[in-house]
């Protein structure tokens, strides 16, 4: 199972981006999804999470700025963030549970990271 995020770059504050996280390989479902992020010498953090059923959640921080949704016929999980801050920056990183065979275990996988500035 591979994870290719895409969709970061630089944005002025107030400005608005949307990543996009596309699964590919061979599995049976894709459980969970969460975008999370790690800043500038800080720890890896939740920014937001849907599972299959489409219920979500949010780091307090971001409620009401970002929306998560997921495209189950293409794999896929988009993150839109709006009124982005300058504390907004950092790695982002795409995350999902998926299960690779009907009675097999379920698994985490991480995409490889975009980046997301934040600055005027």
């Known amino acids: 199972v591979q994870l290719q995020a895409s969709g970061g770059g630089l944005v002025q504050p107030g400005g608005s981006l949307r990543l996009s996280c596309a699964a590919s390989g061979s599995f049976f479902s894709i459980n969970r999804l969460g975008w999370y992020r790690q800043p500038p010498g800080k720890q890896r953090e939740l920014v937001a999470g849907?599972?299959?059923?489409?219920?979500?959640n949010y780091a307090d921080s971001v409620q009401g700025r970002f929306t998560i949704s997921r495209d189950n016929a293409k794999n896929t999980v988009y993150l839109q963030m709006d009124s982005l801050k300058p504390e907004d920056t950092a790695v982002y990183y795409c995350n999902a549970e998926v299960r690779v065979g009907m009675y097999k275990p379920i698994y985490s996988y991480w995409g490889q990271g975009t980046q997301v500035t934040v600055s005027s």
């Open positions: 849907i599972t299959s059923g489409g219920s979500t």
